[in-house]
């Protein structure tokens, strides 16, 4: 008790001479309380800044994002697209929208996801968007989300869309022409940042990118956008009379995961700032694809604990690799299929697969299988 002794008296004398406003921290100076007083001044100018900024940037609300992130790629795995990546986002050039185009499952989202994480080490990553193909988004939501990253990966950018947002209060409810100038055009051409500014969209509908596209050739170079595109077939839509064009094109930058359009093609094959990468379909070999088998079956016989030595058999996996077609999506299906509980018995599953006289890379032939099979595997489980 005796501590507190006089404690109020001092409080309030305290609170008489401590700093309230920023004018409050430069008289400090010259009464001699604090000799540092306008770096003081200058650190509150930047609080208050950075509050009023992020104020103002809450009027983008950043599309939801998966509660969990992708899986990268597989160490060794990918080693010649992701190094074709890197390098081009890296390299100084006008063509900053590279576009991968490849089937459903061969793997674009977890080289976007590893490129994404190279280039957030690197602090590079202005934005990294994952749109579900079934969402509503639209091009509006794209500019702004991107709008927001961009505010997020440079001060000199945010203070630029913040002065947008400021001076402008329904600029999001322009035309997206008028939206796409005020809110990421202008600021990006006025602030000149250095770059490589990476920007990854995985996901983005048909509709949405024949928009998107034309927009975002128009931004400085600086800004670098790694976009994947999906396609049933891997000869249908090439451009007429080239049909081994995008072998022609090994590199990668930017990401939109798209529903088939030949629209799409297009409005990519012959723009100056866009580039066309290999798929990876065509790239691939069985190398990548075993060694996500043999990992995903290595797991396989650590979460079943009683699993017979030896299993399964070198034969057996290599008409699993085949069956798989180094589709990546076929063999995440099957081995979740195989794996199950921890009650169940993953022999009679492995079998079930292997023996349903499945073609190649058939998607739906091992959905229907798993769907049949479920039910009689659960009861002899």
Known sequence: MVLLSGAEERIAQLDAVLPTSNE?????????????????????????????????????????????????????????????????????????IVVLSDVEGSGKTTVVQTVAEYFRGLRRLAARLFVNDSATADARDVIKAVALGMAQCHPHIETAICNVLSAYPKVLDDPIDQLFKKLLLGPLEATKVIGPFV???????????????????????????????????TTARYPPNHTNFLNCFPRLSAAFCTTPNDNIWREFWNHSR?????????????????????????????????????????????????????????????????????????????????????????VQGLLETIEKSSASLRSTS
């Open 24 to 96: 409050d921290f430069r008289n400090l100076k010259l009464v001699g309380h604090f000799p540092d007083a306008d770096q003081a001044a200058r650190e509150f100018d930047f609080m208050r800044k950075r509050e009023r900024a992020l104020q103002t940037l809450a009027v983008l609300k950043p599309r939801e994002q998966p509660s969990y992130p992708p899986d990268e790629c597989l160490p060794g795995t990918r080693i010649n697209v992701l190094a074709d990546v890197i390098h081009r986002l890296l390299s100084p050039s006008d063509a900053h």
């Open 274 to 362: 866009i580039q066309l990468a290999s798929p990876l379909m065509m790239e691939s070999d069985d190398r990548d694809i075993s060694v996500y088998i043999h990992t995903r079956l290595n797991a396989i016989i650590d979460y079943h604990t009683n699993i017979q030595p030896n299993w399964p058999p070198k034969e057996d996996i290599q008409e699993f690799i085949r069956l798989s077609g180094n589709l990546f999506l076929w063999a995440a299906v099957a081995l979740d299929f195989i794996q199950g509980r921890r009650s169940y018995q993953p022999y009679a599953r492995w079998n079930t697969v292997l023996e349903a006289d499945l073609a190649v890379a058939d």
């Open 199 to 233: 920007i990854v969209i995985d996901g983005i509908n048909a509709g949405t990118i024949n928009h998107i596209v034309d927009y975002f050739t128009k931004l400085p170079a600086a800004f670098r956008f790694f976009v994947t595109c999906r396609r049933v077939d």
